[in-house]
């Protein structure tokens, strides 16, 4: 199980927003994905691999973590990264996949 | 650049079966990503349903264990669901989705559009 907080984070654009997941256990980081929703899209991949950017995703956005405590960061919100976060982990080869719940990232 | 496509019908009748498929181009499904579905629903949120390599061997979810099957046509470029025995929980957005290539890591890096499938009489 993958347990994202928080569920709703209000900030400003230009600030930082850290979002957290966590695994019930211990995940390989290189089996940790992020991806970014926003409403009537499909989810775009943001992070593999724990901490890889994927093709075109700015700067910004970094992941890291290890064990069961992983974190998503936006160094400096811009008007476009307000959307829904998810974090997805494989545990081991041939597994399933799980999906956290979710983090709405909002405008304050 | 790689697209997926998902098409299939919108709406099934509860006890029938959901049939799915994802059109590739840009790309070969036997190439050497791997293939799944995901579906989203307000009441469970993202789901991973199962996954087949290039070569065709799957992988499902034990939660879908025994009502999905997920086959590849590589004539036509393309790979599909079936989900036998639908009821109202299986109504969602289906998506089709491709693997990232980069060994021993892991993350969906394409994605069709979705398809809303609903189950209901």
């Known amino acids: 199980v993958l347990t994202q907080s928080p569920g709703t984070l209000s900030l400003s654009p230009g600030e930082r927003a850290t979002l957290s997941c966590r695994a019930s256990?211990?995940?390989?980081?290189?089996?940790l994905a992020w991806y970014q929703q926003k409403p009537g899209q499909a989810p775009r991949l943001l992070i593999y691999g724990g901490s890889i950017r994927a093709t075109g995703i700015p700067d910004r956005f970094s992941g890291g973590g290890s064990g069961t405590d992983f974190t998503l960061t936006i160094s400096r919100l811009e008007p476009e990264d307000f959307a829904v976060y998810y974090c997805?982990?494989?545990?081991?080869?041939?597994?399933?996949?799980?999906f956290g719940q979710g983090t709405k990232l909002e405008i304050k | 650049q790689v697209q997926l496509q998902e098409s299939g019908p919108g709406l099934v009748k509860p006890s029938e079966t959901l049939s799915l498929t994802c059109a590739v181009s840009g790309g070969s499904v036997s190439d050497i990503n791997w293939w799944s579905w995901v579906r989203q629903s307000p009441r469970k949120g993202l789901e991973w349903i199962g996954e087949m390599s290039p070569s065709g061997t799957a992988n499902y979810d034990p939660s879908f264990m025994g009502r999905v099957t997920i086959s590849m046509d590589i004539s036509k470029n393309q790979f599909s669901l079936k989900l036998i025995s639908v009821t109202a929980a299986d109504t969602a957005v289906y998506y089709c989705?491709?693997?990232?290539?980069?060994?021993?890591?892991?993350?969906?890096?394409?994605w069709g559009p979705g398809t809303l499938v609903t189950a209901s009489s």
């Open positions: 997805q982990q494989q545990y081991a080869v041939s597994r399933p996949y799980t």
């Open positions: 989705a491709r693997h990232v290539a980069v060994p021993r890591t892991r993350g969906f890096d394409y």
């Open positions: 256990q211990s995940v390989r980081s290189t089996y």
